[in-house]
């Protein structure tokens, strides 16, 4: 397995690992519609595109030569924090190290920024427990994870370098 910058061919696969992701995490938290809703909307191709071109960003993602087994973005808000929006893993590729792969390589690509930052749905214990093991801290919550108004708790979690 290995990590390489995300190229427009790999977004539908992309995108369908994002679903099969969410699916598996979130339907019993929010349902299976609207985790549909959520996939749809965060998840479509235009917006996976716009997160590609975006400046000042890293999209990755982690290939074995047959299978994207898992997806991170990252992107530098400040010269001071790089905001970790998406790492997620198929759930077939869960445990393996993937996970740990792409997050090293997200810091790595911001290595001068000292703050990375980013949210997790609490009852997401496995992702909280993940990022807990790789030195990053509750430090507050949102009501609205990933958009303005999403209307989705999290907590916010951080690791100073």
Excluded at 138 to 156: L, P
Aim: proline residues 2%; hydrophobic residues 40%.
């Amino acid at each position: 397995m290995w990590v390489r910058t995300a190229a427009k061919k790999d977004l539908v696969i992309i995108q369908g690992l994002l679903a099969e992701t969410w699916h598996a995490t979130y339907d019993n938290i929010y349902g299976r519609d609207r985790v549909s809703e959520i996939t749809r909307g965060w998840h479509s191709l235009d917006a996976l595109e716009k997160q590609l071109n975006a400046p000042k960003s890293e999209f990755l993602v982690a290939d074995d030569g047959k299978t994207i087994a898992g997806m991170a973005y990252g992107r530098q808000i400040s010269d001071n924090e790089v905001k970790l929006a998406q790492l997620y893993v198929s759930p077939d590729f869960q445990g393996r190290g993937v996970g740990a792969l792409l997050l090293d390589e997200i810091e790595e690509s911001f290595f001068e920024v000292p703050i990375v930052r980013l949210e997790v749905e609490e009852k997401n214990t496995g992702a909280v427990a993940f990022y807990s093991k790789h030195g990053f801290a509750q430090t507050g919550t949102t009501d609205n994870c990933g958009k303005h108004d999403s209307g989705i708790a999290a907590i916010v979690m951080q690791k100073s370098r």
